[in-house]
C-alpha cells in the first residue's frame, strides 16, 4: 500500500483487516530496509572484492518474510510511501508482477490536513524543502507515468462517500473473493505511537465513514490548481 500522506491509507487498513484472510499494519521499515540494505552491499568492498550475488539476493529478499513471521493471514499488505518506487526491485526480488493499492486525494485537501496537524514546512509544500509530500508525490507521479498496470488509485472521498463499490475495486484489482465489510464501527487494530515518534497525532481514526470535516480555503484550492495528475 502506497500513496500520498494524510489520504485514508491508515482507515483504509483498518477496513482491509476485518477480513480474516488479511493482515494490513502500521507504515513499516520494510522499504527503507531494502534501500539501505541494497545500498550497504553496492558499496562493502568486502563484497564487492568478492561479490555472492544470489546469496546477498536471496538475503535482501527474505527480510519481508521475518519481518512480517508472526503473521498468520494469508494475505499481508506493507504500507509504505515509497513502494511506488520499488517496482523494479519487486519484480528483481520476487519474479513476481506487483499490485500496489494508492490513496490519494485533492492535493488542497491534503495541504489543509497537514496544516491542521500542525507539521512543518507546510507553507513549502511540493517545493524542494517540502519533507512531507514532494518525494511521494513524485514517485507515485513516476509510476503512474512509467507502471500504471501495477498502481490502482483509490480516492479518499470516493472510500468516505461510496465505500463498497471502492472496496470491491480493490478486491477486482487484487484478484481476491470479495468480503462483505462493515462501515459503520470500524475497528483500528494496529495502534502507531504518534506522539513518540512524530509529536503529533496523525493515524487515530473514527470508527464511523465519514468525509473529513478538514476544508482547505480559497487561497489554497487557487495554489494547488490542476496538481492531481492521475485523473
Known amino acids: 500500500m502506497s500513496g ?5 491509507s491508515t482507515l483504509l487498513s483498518a477496513i482491509l483487516n476485518q477480513n480474516p484472510k488479511f493482515y494490513s499494519g502500521p507504515t513499516s521499515p520494510v522499504v527503507k530496509t531494502f534501500y539501505k540494505l541494497t545500498e550497504f552491499f553496492n558499496n562493502e568492498e568486502l563484497f564487492v572484492a568478492y ?3 544470489n546469496q546477498i ?3 535482501i529478499a527474505d527480510f519481508i518474510k521475518y ?3 508472526e503473521v498468520n493471514q494469508e ?3 506493507d504500507k509504505d510511501r515509497f513502494w511506488t518506487e520499488m517496482i523494479p526491485a519487486i519484480k528483481h526480488y520476487y519474479k513476481i508482477e506487483p499490485k500496489i493499492i494508492c490513496t490519494v486525494r485533492d492535493i488542497a485537501e491534503i495541504y ?3 496544516k491542521n496537524t500542525n507539521l512543518k514546512l507546510v ?3 511540493l517545493t524542494p524543502n517540502d519533507n512531507l509530500l514532494l518525494g511521494a508525490y513524485k514517485s507515485l507521479e513516476e509510476a503512474f507515468t512509467k507502471h500504471r498496470n501495477h498502481i490502482h488509485i483509490v480516492e479518499y472521498n470516493d472510500l468516505a462517500t461510496n465505500p463498497e463499490e471502492t472496496m470491491k475495486g480493490i478486491y477486482s484489482f487484487l484478484n481476491e473473493e470479495y468480503y ?4 459503520n464501527d470500524i475497528e483500528q487494530k494496529y495502534i502507531e505511537n504518534d506522539l513518540e515518534a512524530y509529536g503529533v497525532d496523525l493515524h487515530t481514526i473514527r470508527p464511523k465513514l465519514d468525509l473529513s470535516t478538514t476544508k482547505p480555503t480559497q487561497d489554497i484550492i487557487d495554489k494547488c490548481k490542476d496538481m492531481e495528475f492521475w485523473r
Not at 4 to 8: D, I, M, N, V
Open 4 to 8: 500520498l500522506p494524510r489520504t485514508g
Open 123 to 125: 507553507d513549502e509544500l
Open 51 to 53: 561479490p555472492k550475488v
Open 180 to 183: 462483505e465489510h462493515t462501515f
Open 75 to 77: 494475505v499481508i499488505f
Open 67 to 69: 519481518y512480517y513471521a
Open 57 to 59: 539476493e536471496a538475503y
Open 112 to 114: 489543509a490536513s497537514i
